[in-house]
């Protein structure tokens, strides 16, 4: 659990320095956001957690299971990492709503947490794909 706790923390303690990075830069500013309000800068935001999750998995097949590891037990792993990752950017995004706020962002978040969770089941299948030493298990 202690490495899923680290690297969750790092993709949590990332992701929310990138929304502070992207507010200051004024890429939530109406005038700057693309179609749907998205802006093309936060598409790159999912090279955080794929980042983290890659590293978690590779540093938890290393140190526990000498290089040999299922695919269930990734997955398991980089779902302990995507669940602490994800309440800690969580907990980022209620703090920037309360005190730096953007109103484009505050119209859709909903639906940016839903496309977040969506997104991060789709990591965890693709690293744990990437990571497993078993394919005979799968």
């Not at 997955?75 to 990752?85: A, D, S, V, Y």
Request: aromatic letters at 16%; proline letters at 2%; hydrophobic letters at 50%.
């Amino acid at each position: 659990m202690n490495n899923a706790i680290k690297y969750g923390f790092l993709i949590g303690l990332l992701s929310g320095l990138w929304i502070l990075c992207m507010h200051y830069f004024g890429i939530y500013d109406i005038g700057t956001s693309g179609p749907k309000d998205i802006h093309w800068m936060e598409y790159l935001s999912v090279w955080i957690p794929f980042t983290g999750l890659y590293l978690g998995i590779k540093n938890y097949r290393k140190t526990h299971f000498k290089k040999k590891m299922s695919f269930f037990q990734a997955m398991m792993q980089g779902f302990k990492i995507l669940l602490i990752g994800g309440l800690l950017y969580m907990a980022t995004l209620s703090i920037y709503f309360r005190y730096v706020g953007s109103l484009l962002l505050k119209i859709d978040y909903m639906q940016r947490i839903a496309a977040l969770g969506v997104i991060g089941i789709l990591l965890v299948l693709v690293v744990s794909l990437m990571m497993m030493t078993y394919p005979r298990n799968l």
